[in-house]
């Protein structure tokens, strides 16, 4: 009984929260104005590569658990893609960042 009602209470609660995060979202109380952009003025396409898979993991994974109605493990290949997108995004980053250092 104490586990229905803290399932519940914890899917309730992240309703909320997805429901107050929309609503600000689309009132513009959250700033999404550099989101895909540098310092606000220069488009990065890797911003929006790792958005985009970002984004289309997550919706893989919510798919495949919510099919199994349980928690699936995280297939290799997309914990992969992921930590491949998450290294084109940061490994330059980390290049730039050193090599100014050292001059």
């Known amino acids: 009984m104490p586990a229905n009602f803290l399932a519940g209470f914890l899917a309730a609660w992240l309703a909320a929260t997805g429901l107050l995060v929309g609503y600000r979202l689309l009132t513009g109380q959250i700033n999404l104005g550099g989101l895909l952009t540098v310092e606000g003025e220069t488009f990065s396409p890797a911003r929006l590569q790792l958005l985009v898979t970002t984004v289309s993991s997550l919706a893989a994974y919510a798919t495949a658990s919510l099919s ?33 250092n050292s001059k």
């Open 68 to 100: 199994a109605h349980a928690m699936v493990p995280i297939h290799n290949g997309l914990l992969a893609v992921f930590a491949l997108s998450h290294a084109s995004y940061l490994g330059p980053k980390a290049y730039r960042a050193f090599s100014s």
